[in-house]
């Protein structure tokens, strides 16, 4: 029998939802594995946490989820509580950062039974390789001055190990695949960091001769994922690039209510974190109406990073029947609840390993 201890952090709101929908599709993997146990931990950490303690997570947060396997997060936020700088830097980024979740694996596909807002969907399938720990998101500058002359500084640090990093993963991952990676720059508008970018990438790419490249300009990329996202395979994108492009990338999905990611720990030394794209919705919250197979995907995500790959994608097949069968959440066009669709995932997983 496997064991996976696993950390739960459901976070705020939809997270609360979708969360407990996702822990019951992984009780029924188990149940259908046979081999396979998980043990679930789930901590309140939180918006609402912090109201009553004056903090994201206690003092031991990160040594208490050093020793799981790996986190399973719904999503953080509640700026109606808590500003999000606080909020995410108290959590979600710390965790990144402190576990050395250096890459950030989000894919996005033509998903069967989702109406795209693209004119033609058909057979997309990319992943975006996000730099996960430094670039745009960083907490080097300040704010001076008051009044008038009143500014912000915001500095994006760019290491030649952390690029070299994010653009290897990323080839990789592209020999895994159809062999092909794109790098998002902006290196004729942004002075230093994407130049180097670009020179990093020029260097890696020679270590891969039989990876085919290409390089585009992110606003020109992020139209392409829109008009023509069937030239994507692999992308590699700074922190900041990624994260915007991977709203998009859950956008054509049909909604970013479905679209997937994994925070990853390279060096195995920490756990990796997995957690959906999108954040906690404040505007449907409480409806029962959020959709859960982002947080579901996510799920499948982590059963791959275990090595179950074969029962990941059974799962994975399932999700599209109940969607192309009209089990779907009102983001997608359907009627059903939060909870329908968690249990017919459920159902039909029963279904398609007994037979
Ligand atoms: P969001 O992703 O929460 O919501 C954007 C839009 O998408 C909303 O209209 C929402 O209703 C919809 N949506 C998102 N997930 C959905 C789902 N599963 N089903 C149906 N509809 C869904 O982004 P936002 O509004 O910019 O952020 C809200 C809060 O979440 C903020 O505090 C933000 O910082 C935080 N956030 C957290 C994470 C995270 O923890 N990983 C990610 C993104 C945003
Ligand atoms: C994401 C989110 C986070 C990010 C925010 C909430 C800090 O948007 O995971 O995509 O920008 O990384
Ligand atoms: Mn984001």
């Known amino acids: 029998m496997k064991k996976y201890e696993i950390a739960v952090i459901p976070g705020d709101g939809i997270g609360k939802e979708v969360v407990p929908v996702s822990l019951k599709v992984l009780e029924t993997v188990a149940e259908v594995h046979g081999g396979l146990k998980f043990e679930f931990q789930s901590f309140p950490w939180s918006s609402e946490y912090y109201i009553e303690h004056g903090k994201m997570m206690p003092e031991d947060g990160l040594k208490t989820l050093k020793n799981f396997e790996s986190i399973f997060l719904g999503a953080i936020g509640n700026p109606a509580l808590v500003p999000d700088h606080i909020s995410l830097w108290g959590l979600l980024i710390k965790i990144r950062r402190e576990f050395e979740q250096s890459i950030n694996i989000r894919p996005a596909k033509y998903f069967k039974g989702l109406k795209s807002p693209l004119v033609n969907p058909n057979d997309f399938d990319l992943i975006v390789v996000r730099e996960n720990s430094e670039g745009e998101y960083s907490e080097v500058g300040g704010r001076i001055h008051k009044g008038e002359d009143e500014l912000a500084i915001q500095n994006a640090v760019f290491t030649k190990k952390g690029t070299e990093r994010a653009m290897r993963y990323a080839f990789e991952l592209a020999k895994k695949r159809r062999g092909h990676v794109t790098s998002a720059t902006k290196s004729n508008g942004i002075f230093h960091s994407m130049p180097f970018w670009d020179e990093v990438f020029n260097v890696v790419k020679k270590e891969y001769q039989d990876v085919q490249t290409a390089s585009y300009h992110i606003d020109a990329l992020a139209a392409f994922f ?104 009102p983001d997608i066009g359907g009627t059903s609840s939060t909870e329908e669709v968690g249990d017919e995932i459920c159902r039909r997983l029963k279904k398609a390993v007994s037979v």
Do not use: C
């Open 226 to 329: 829109v008009t023509r996202p069937q030239i994507f395979d692999v992308i590699v994108a700074s922190n900041l690039f990624g994260d915007i492009l991977t709203d998009i990338g859950g956008a054509i999905m049909g909604s970013i209510g479905i679209a997937p990611a994994a925070n990853i720990n390279l060096n195995g030394k920490y756990p990796s974190m997995f957690e959906p794209v999108h954040g906690s919705a404040p505007d449907i919250v409480g409806k029962g109406i959020a959709n859960p197979i982002g947080q579901i995907w996510t799920a499948k995500m982590m059963l791959d990073h275990f090595g179950e790959e074969e029962l990941g994608k059974k799962l994975l097949d399932v999700i599209e029947d109940v969607t192309n069968d009209g089990i779907k959440t």
